[in-house]
């Protein structure tokens, strides 16, 4: 038996000055029609009170690149365009179900992509991807890349560095689930603590920046909370989670519903359980470890000898901020 994943490898991209021109010919095609068919939809649902698909924008993205006034959009790959217009219904439907505001026009000012959803050729011994429209262009593989390559993301930042990013299919093993299974419980006062006694201390950066937000206000306004010392931080946190246990339960916390407090929305939301959680989750997919999210009761994960964790919600932690009841409430049977 055996399961498919999808992964990401992200390399560095060195195209030459022609390189350079047809990607940038590609990147402001593609954002032209994103705007463009973005101003159509608004239009059309405040004239008629209803939506466009992606196969109507498909049929108008076919007619207007035959009109006159058009012919420059030939220029660009097709298929490129054709994923934007994916990326414009992706949008929409993020807003219509609540997940993301509504969409925006996209300004040549802020980072570029594009997306080749196939055609895309790489030679690994010379170092170099083919990309329709574009050539071969020098890349920095500085990792094997293995897997089938499903699409291929281009981007360009504002400090005018290319990335090209290969979401690729794999193929594992079903994973043994042979060794020691952990208990997690997230808090304030410690970010984290294990079953078995382990607690990482929260480094509360929030808090620590607001004795200097009076003086430093408009420079903290432009910068992201945390440091990236506390990033990798977290990436080697999770990396040693999965490889240290096999089972990984963490505790059903509604961080919406927590929020709700204003004495500790502000630490909580500092704390950051969300994004670290979603660390475990990708890590441990990587990893074939098996991976809980949603718990009551935890079954057991395939050993020789059945290991059942019960998990009964504290909610003590709520007020307290300790998440040493929560570790206390799991029991090995």
């Known amino acids: 038996m055996s399961m498919w994943i999808r992964k990401a490898y992200k390399f560095r991209l060195y195209p030459n000055t ?3 021109q047809a990607l940038a010919v590609q990147f402001g095609h593609s954002r032209y029609i994103y705007n463009h068919f973005l101003a159509v939809r608004r239009e059309h649902n405040t004239q008629t009170k209803a939506g ?3 196969a109507d924008t498909t049929g108008q993205l076919a007619i207007l690149k035959r009109h006159p006034a058009h012919l420059w959009l030939q220029e660009a790959d097709s298929q490129v365009l054709q994923q934007k217009l994916k990326d414009l219904d992706r949008a929409f439907k993020n807003f219509f179900e609540g997940r993301a505001r509504y969409p925006r026009f996209r300004s040549r000012r802020h980072r570029q992509s594009i997306r080749y959803p196939q055609r895309v050729k790489v030679d690994l011994a010379a170092r170099r991807s083919y990309l329709p429209k574009v050539g071969w262009v020098k890349t920095v593989f500085h990792r094997s890349l293995e897997g089938r390559i499903k699409n291929v993301t281009i981007s ?3 400090g005018n560095r290319y990335y090209a990013s290969f979401q690729v299919e794999l ?3 079903d994973p043994e689930y042979k060794g020691k299974a952990v208990g997690v419980g997230l808090g304030l006062r410690s970010f984290l603590a294990c079953s078995d006694g382990q607690k990482i201390a929260n480094p509360r950066h929030l808090v620590r920046a607001e004795g200097r937000l009076r003086r430093l206000q408009r420079s903290l306004s432009r910068r992201q909370k945390g440091s990236a010392g506390w990033e990798r931080q977290r990436l080697k946190l999770s ?14 916390l509604h961080i919406k519903g927590m929020v709700r407090n204003r004495r500790l929305a502000k630490h909580i939301l500092d704390a950051g359980w969300g994004s670290s959680c979603g660390r475990w989750n990708i890590k441990g997919r990587g990893m074939a470890v098996k991976w809980w999210r949603q718990i009551a009761d935890i079954p057991p994960a395939r050993p020789a000898r059945p290991v059942v964790l019960k998990w009964s919600p504290c909610r003590c932690m709520y007020v307290s901020g300790t998440v040493q009841n929560a570790t206390q409430c799991m029991t090995e049977m």
């Open 18 to 20: 022609t390189q350079q």
């Open 52 to 54: 466009l698909s992606y």
């Open 156 to 158: 360009r930042t504002k």
């Open 171 to 173: 193929e594992l093993p």
């Open 239 to 252: 990396r040693r989670l999965v490889e240290e246990y096999r089972l990984i339960a963490v505790e059903t």
